[in-house]
């Protein structure tokens, strides 16, 4: 008689499988319909990006180079000019090539100005590769170390 | 219907205007219920995995079923340099016709069937059986090893489960003593306990095992391992690109949708219903909300089950549902025998 | 494990660590020490193949073999010259083909009674050996101009480029 | 919708080149309006990306939202190819196969970093990858990342929506 | 199943290629099949179509400049092997950790090997045909990226592991939120075996189909949960204890058959051990540093003693180990990187022949491959 009962366990579990998918049918949606509603990335580790200090309101990167160095995939194109009359230099030219970019962080960590950070941005699209190439100094219009408010 | 009819006959006689009103009638009906049958698919097994399916395309992704069939329309036909040319370009026309004529035979109301033949039922279960032709000419035209082992394996599934519907379909007319089918719906029903119910309470188990029969019929999971994604790519329209896949594909969601009102209309009755009478336009409505249901139990099943292995198929085929059919055939024989 | 009988001389400015026991097994006695390791009980871990050829002329095989009840790594050293071939331990360890192949793509390092000594990860028809320190950059290889030949014009539409 | 876009004018730019000379204007707005919400994807996954793609497909993210939830396996019933994952040398001509497989119009979307440029695997001297699905063919939306958030394959794909409505440019036949 | 003598006989056989694109090759795998019908004669696997050449790489690169490449070689397992790599060199080179790290690296690493299992099931019923698994896994799947990407800032390809501890430390909130996942998980297990384990159709699919014996496992050398599944209690986690693994207690699931379904068996029980292993470690989660001070090998110069060193560490798919060759540079001498699904991939050329090619599909599943991972 073991097959007819084989044969019931086998119905009763299908059923049971049924059941459980109908249950989900009734069960509200996990879907986050993207364009209309925005993920929470506030802790997204998106494309670099230069940090603006409250107390200067702009950049702090000297050009020193430290994070090209250190690029595992060499993303970085790096500028620099000493305004006349300072010690440090600042940066004129700051591209990352983000389509090499792994994202692993480390010339966040090894920036002795602490001046780069991970933006929150995911949404980096491009019709043509060139696009991918991000430049880094477009948020800051002019520098103030050039334009004297600074020294 | 009628008025329309009768301004035909004119022209082109009697049997002309019966024709064309059929077919435009026939096309209007599966292809408005094919388009929202493949929309409805796709949301049910959207929401049965907690996701929407289409939302964006007209409020809710109404029209999604219409997009997918105009690009479907405008796509380049590629037909491989080594098949078999004129098998291959018959493929998708001959898998469309059977259905079609099986559509027409269905009873949608008391007034009229397009076509009241005395043997309905057979013609109906021999015509269902050549989808199986076109598809394995699909797969053997298209020069695809693929697409071979896709053709050859649905054709051993549907040989296999073509017996069991058959004797589920003649328990039914045992019982009900017609082969026509306009007449098995509106005879008197069989009485349970003074109350006339549909035939599908008399055979529960003719109606499970034509159920799981035109599951597999329709090469639908958990038996679609003719066009089985995982293994056998594309199966057997693994070649087909544009209008010619589009054709399986409508094809497939036609026949599903008429071995459900087949169903429908053997084991639930059918177009009766209350008020039937009065109003002979509820007719196809009753018939709609069987089919979908028949339909809707079909899509939840193909969303929880994995698929069946080949051999397992046929043996649950040959060794269960056909032995269990011929038993249910011979009990409602013996069981009608003693109540006569 | 002193079945193996001795070893080569053994050079000791290379410590091994993170295995039980390290010893170095001349190639020719490598099928042997590694049949006895087979009826031992052992499993085949890993094989890897460094490039000495600047400072010894040499590849050094390295196998490591382990244990699944009390888990006691066992690591042989091979000191191959470059010029003659390994013989193949396929035979005794299923595992060991594909790393042979494997050796014998990235180093053209040969191994004699293998079954199947062709390219394993490379596209067929490699010439080079690229894990040789020796090698820094693949020859301008056909793979190049076949592919980026720009797609066959369609009449109906002209391509547009970017 | 908030999309990082560039400037019309590179639209135009682009269109600009690929207007062909004779157009149905009123049929084919309506066949490109119906191709855009129903890019059926190839079933091609080859790293890390292809991961974040399945999740674009799964629950959360759901593609098929945009009709393109369809994944099909055979090339010949596909009409988009996503890219998802590093092309390696003896890959490449099967990618370029497949592309060829499939039936115009279509489309290519280049996701994550290593079928853009080759991404973290290319450095000077390299013999294993290629270096960017551009080398061996057309490409029309690039979904830089490592790897880009499902989010980020959505934005493409509507990017990639925006220019077939627009009707800049016939998938190629070739 | 039946087996009779295979004959290579031309007429009797052909090949199939279940080629580099196809929906159950997970990655990129091309299977060349010699068939009789429908039943495999002989199953080669021809591999190499995702090659990345990371050895090649590792020996041009500082030991800090190689942390990207670590994740992206099991993108499944990335914590896990981010952490061996970083392992590797502060046991070679003696860095301290602090103890918070050691446990924090215990967390993430668990949760990273739920995640795969997961993946993993949607994947392996997908190729069994059920759609609906895959759905609920992932969904299950995000609530831990969710976790781990608020913590290290990706969701795949993790660079939060550094010498000497983590990159960034755990926030003080995320113990919460992290029992909030478990008991999210948990209360989902049940619903999976009644609706996968318990189903006769997957049952009919998995048991008896594909039995690895113990004795094919050793020749091949395949360990994680594919060796598990045919008997045998080896992981690396409990066999040569790393990390702060030895003050958790948790067993090794295995089951004797080693056919499919014991080994889809054994990798749900795992995940129940490894949920078992989070609880034991946040209730222990001491505070303090979670980096030592000098961030060492990214603003100084990291070089490591002339040796070689063989280390291991159990990932989601099994024994992954890491040779070392050192000559005393900046960069290492040669990095061997041992992973487990090479071994498991080759032995199913001796799994596979007899069965039919639905069941191909199932035993290819079965061992959960990750293709980068064995083409390195």
Known sequence: MNFTARVARGIKSLLVGLGVTGRHLVRPVVTLQYPHQRPDASHWGGPIELVTFPETGTHDCIACNACARICPSDCFAIEGKRPEGAKKMRATKFLIDFSTCSLCGLCVDVCPTDTLQYSRRYEDVAYRRSLTVNDLLAPFPEDPYFTGKLA | ?340 | MDALGASVSAPTEHPFSGAAEARWVAPGRLVEASRVLREAGYFFESMTCVDRIAAHGVFELIYTFNRWEAASRVAFRVWAPATEPVPSISGVFGAANWNEREAWEFYGLAFSGHPNLTWLLLPEGTEFHPLLKSFTAPPASSYDDSLTAPPPPDDAHPPAHH | MGVVTPADRELDALAAEAAPFARLAMVEDVLNLARANSLWPLTFGLACCAIEMMAAGASRYDLDRFGAGVFRPSPRQADLMILAGTISRKMAPVIRTLWDQMPAPKWAISMGGCTISGGPFKYPGEYAISEGAEKFMPIDVHVPGCPPRPEALIAGLLKLEEKIKRGRRFGRAG | MRTHPPTTDPLDTYTLNMGPQHPSTHGVLRLLLTLRGEEIVTAEPVIGYSHRAHEKMAENRTYAQFLPNTSRQDYLSGMIYNFAWVEAVEKMAGIPVPERALVARVILAEFNRIASHLLWIGAFLLDLGAPTPFLYCWDDREAILFLLESVTGSRLTYASGRFGGLARDLDADFPRRAREVIAKLRARWPEYDRLIEDNVIFRNRAIGVGVLTRDQCRSYGVTGPTLRGSGVPYDVRKAEPYGAYPRFEFDIPTRPEGDVFARYWVRVQEMRQSVRIIEQALDQLPGGPFLEPGSIGVKKRLKLPVGTQYYAVESARGHYGILLVSEGGAEPYRAKFRTPSYPNLAVLTEAMPGTLVADAVAILGSTDLVMPEVDR
């Open chain 2, 1 to 340: 219907m009628s008025a329309l009819h009768a301004l035909l006959a004119g022209p082109l006689g009697g049997f002309g205007a019966t024709l064309l009103v059929g077919v435009v009638g026939i096309m209007g009906y599966l292809t408005f219920n094919v388009l929202f049958l493949i929309w409805l698919e796709r949301k049910v097994a959207g929401h049965i995995q907690r996701r929407l399916g289409p939302m964006e395309v007209g409020p809710h992704g109404v029209l999604q079923t219409v997009a997918d069939m105009l690009k479907l329309l405008g796509k380049q036909l590629l037909t491989p340099v080594a098949t078999d040319r004129f098998v291959y370009l018959l493929a998708p026309l001959l898998v469309f016709l059977p259905t079609m004529c099986v559509a027409s035979l269905i009873p949608l109301g008391r007034a009229q069937a397009f076509a009241d033949m005395p043997y309905g039922l057979i013609i109906i279960v021999t015509l269902s059986g050549l989808t199986v032709l076109a598809i394995f000419m699909a797969g053997w035209a298209s020069n695809n090893k693929y697409a071979v082992l896709g053709g050859m394996r649905s054709v051993a599934q549907v040989v296999a489960y073509e017996i069991p519907v058959l004797l589920a379909v003649l328990s039914v007319v045992l019982v009900a003593g017609t082969t026509n089918l306009h007449q098995l719906v509106t005879n008197p029903w069989p009485r349970l306990l003074g109350v006339p119910v549909p035939y599908g309470v008399v055979e529960p188990l003719a109606a499970v095992i034509f159920f799981i029969g035109i599951t597999a019929e329709t090469n639908r999971a958990p038996f679609d391992i003719p066009e089985a994604e995982s293994e056998l790519v594309g199966g057997f329209h693994t070649e087909y690109s544009g209008m010619r896949f589009a054709m399986f594909f409508f094809a497939e969601y036609t026949n599903m949708l008429v071995l459900g009102a087949l169903g429908a209309t053997l084991f639930l009755g059918g177009f009766r219903g209350p008020f039937q009478g009065a109003v002979p336009l509820l007719g196809p409505v009753y018939l709609l909300l069987k089919t979908y249901l028949v339909v809707f139990v079909m899509m939840w099943a193909r969303w929880t089950f994995p698929r069946l292995r080949f051999d397992q198929l046929m043996s649950f085929a040959w060794k269960l549902l056909i032995p269990l059919a011929l038993a249910n055939l011979v009990a409602t024989a013996v069981v009608l025998g003693v109540l006569a």
